[in-house]
């Protein structure tokens, strides 16, 4: 045969040349491969499970290890309430819902704790008709059993954990007024036959005539004379929810009243109230003390006045301490009241403490006190007592131009 006839040097130069066309097909196929990867970025080689915390970088994606994060409240679902009527049933509640009495109220309010607020009647003894409890994501309450007087006004509050400490969040608590028409009751019942509420100087003031149905026209009644009380939405209001509202008490505000409710052929009266009015002051008293005079010769008689300018018919007390309490000195006061001009009906309340023939005890530190409704303030000024020996020469006065 022709090849093995070959020479030696052919012989090498066919190896070599089958050589270097192996190397060539070997680099045609690696460049192919890889055009081929390129091609597909979106398979990615899986990190390795016993070293998560390492990231496979690929262009300009990163995959990281997520950090176990604590739960905050921004990152939970928002509190929300819902009625759960028959059959599984769920209804999103208002501002107020209406229950038969008798019937079964259960509300579900979503969150991770919450606690509840309901009428302070059911706070007090619920007769184990109130059930709370608590789930997973949501809390629920029920009552069993209801009546008239479960009426009232039922808050879920979302709350914010820490550990084991929790606290309510009352900036997101859902409130919801329920209703519990009673054929028999058109009012909340209540122990009291007469209730006294204090009225207050430019403070609203509410008489809580609660009414069990929504449906329930209601009026305000003076006792003596027994006259309807006009309700015009500015002095006076009403709010089903709450009651009459008496925004700016007055004086002829006061007195007995009571309200009057009619649904149907049914007509019932509530609670009497009786309204006391108190001058109540806008800020605490601030008073002046003025001494007759800071320097006094042994034997003369001393006059250290406090004065308060204030609202008028506002009562304001004053109690004095002073250096003659020491040798048990009585006080000798004066009080008294006068009017003060101006736009504003103001009055000026005084106090004058009196200390005849002054001695040497009586030097010191004469301290006045004004109390009012909202608070008491004090202010001093200090006597200095002088033998007779000694002349005190009174204040030039100002010589006339």
Sequence with gaps: MPLVNMSGSKWRLVLCTLLICAVILELAYCQKDAQKQKATP???????????????????????????????????????????LNRGKFKKVGETISVQTGDTLELRCRGKPVQWGVPSYLEEDDEGRLRIVQHERYGVLTLVNTTGADTGEYTCYPMYCEETDCRKEY??????????????????????YYKAIQLRTNWPTVLPCQVTSPEAKVSLHREF?????????????????????????????AGALYCVASLGNLRQSSTKYMLIYVNYPMAPPAPVIQAS?????????????????????????????????????????QESITSVGGGAARQQSQSVLLVDEVRDVDQGEYTCTAQNLQGAKSVSATVKVVPTTVKVVPKAKPKKP
């Design 42 to 84: 979106g398979r990615k080689s899986k990190p390795s499970k016993n070293k998560p915390e390492k990231s496979t970088n690929e262009g300009s994606s990163t995959t990281t290890a997520k950090p176990k994060n604590k739960a905050t409240p921004a990152a939970k679902a928002q509190a929300s309430l819902t009625q759960v």
């Design 171 to 192: 900036d997101k608590a859902i409130k919801v007024f329920v209703f519990f028409p009673d054929p028999q009751e058109l009012f909340v019942p209540s122990s009291d």
């Design 225 to 253: 004379p027994p006259v309807e009380v006009a309700v015009d939405g500015r002095e006076i209001s009403f709010n089903v929810k709450k009651g009459y509202t008496i925004h700016r008490p007055r004086p002829y505000h």
């Design 293 to 333: 005079s800071s320097l006094v010769v042994v034997g003369e008689n001393l006059r250290v006045s406090c004065s308060v300018v204030g609202e008028q018919d506002v009562v304001v007390e004053f109690t004095w301490e002073y250096p003659g309490q020491q040798i048990g000195r009585p006080p000798y006061t």
